[in-house]
């Protein structure tokens, strides 16, 4: 059996690697947020618009085969159909815009979007 003093300097190491993760919470969005089109999501422009596609889809989850009706607006999101990658037009496009349960919009629509830019 091997002696606990041999995991020494492998400890060493996985410190110097974790010296360098972000901390707080703060850090943590500096490092996230570098793309600056994820600011337009805490715009009051984007409030509304999100709540003009709520209630234009009746607060009912368009995607194919769900089609749940939730009162919850923090349990829907107002989802971009095509991906707008930082394209202003495309990202305030109500045409472009449908509502989506969370659940939909975090499973189904992430695993097809994952599977396109693959």
Not at 15 to 36: F, I, N, W
Not at 84 to 107: Q, T, V
Request: proline share 4%.
């Amino acid at each position: 059996m091997g002696k606990l003093t041999s995991l020494r300097p492998r400890l060493s190491t996985l410190r110097s690697k974790l010296a360098s993760a972000p901390v707080t919470r703060q850090e943590r969005d500096r490092v996230r947020d570098h793309r600056p089109w994820r600011r337009w999501y805490k715009t009051g422009r984007w409030q509304r618009l999100r709540m003009a596609i709520l209630l234009r889809d009746l607060f009912t989850c368009q995607w194919p085969g769900c089609g749940r009706i939730e009162a919850e607006t923090s349990l829907l999101v107002a989802d971009h159909r095509q991906p707008h990658r930082g394209d202003a037009a495309l990202f305030w496009d109500e045409g472009n815009l449908w509502c989506l349960c969370k659940s939909c919009h975090d499973g189904a629509k992430a695993r097809e979007e994952n599977r396109l830019d693959a």
